[in-house]
């Protein structure tokens, strides 16, 4: 079946602008979750959701960055006047539910701040 | 918190070598261990699991025990391959992950 995918997979924009990236995730996964992968941070999480609401968002660097999710399903991770320690790939994962195990992972979106 | 603290590497092998990377973590409570695989130019796939104390995940040909003891979840594999190469990470969690750094291996023919 389909996996999670995200789009755009890879994004340039100039320093002071906002970018939406998305996340659609494995049909009938009800978490989401977002993370952030540079070189000098590795692997971080950011926020999840479970349905709708997000319980948990106390990754989310500063409040420049923000994330939703409707119908359960689709997610966007916003960044307002994006900065260039904001470049990244950005991961987005997905699970059957909060007792699952497992995440499964998209492909990213490679986030390009000049 | 949570915290994973893994081998980074860079590790270069000959093929047919035994590979280990060592993780250890710090954790509240008895969260689930994994070991995420990312191929060059792919997404993070699971490689394998651990959910309790003293299980031991597998999957091909690799091998970590989740072990309370020592807090450790060390990744083995006996005999690798040219297509063991990639960045392996670390992580433990229940509802979210928490990451070690990565540990980048290079497999030579």
């Known amino acids: 079946g389909a996996g999670v995918s995200q789009s755009p997979s890879n994004k340039v924009t100039e320093k002071g602008k906002d970018v939406e990236l998305r996340c659609d995730p494995i049909?009938?996964?009800?978490?989401l979750y977002w993370y952030r992968q540079s070189l000098g941070q590795g692997l971080e999480f950011l926020i999840y959701f479970q349905g709708n609401s997000a319980p948990d968002k106390s990754g989310l660097p500063s409040d420049r960055f923000s994330a939703e999710r409707t119908g359960g399903s689709v997610s966007t991770l916003t960044i307002q006047r994006t900065q260039q320690e904001d470049s990244a790939v950005y991961l987005c994962?997905?699970?059957?539910?909060?007792?699952?195990?497992?995440?499964?992972f998209g492909p990213g979106t490679r986030l390009t701040v000049l | 918190g949570n915290s994973v603290t893994q081998m980074e590497g860079p590790v270069t092998l000959s093929e047919e070598a035994f590979l280990t990377i060592n993780c250890t973590y710090t954790a509240t409570g008895y969260p689930s261990l994994f070991w995420y695989v990312q191929y060059p130019g792919e997404g993070l796939q699971l490689l394998l699991k651990a959910t309790k104390a003293d299980d031991k995940g597998s999957n091909k040909g690799f091998e970590a025990t989740y072990r309370k003891e020592t807090t450790s979840f060390h990744l083995e594999k006996g005999s690798v391959q040219v297509s063991d190469s990639a960045v392996y990470f670390c992580?433990?969690?229940?509802?979210?992950?928490?990451f070690g750094a990565g540990t980048t291996v290079t497999v030579r023919a």
């Open positions: 992580a433990l969690g229940d509802y979210k992950l928490s």
């Open positions: 994962a997905s699970k059957p539910g909060l007792s699952a195990d497992t995440q499964y």
């Open positions: 049909s009938g996964h009800t978490a």
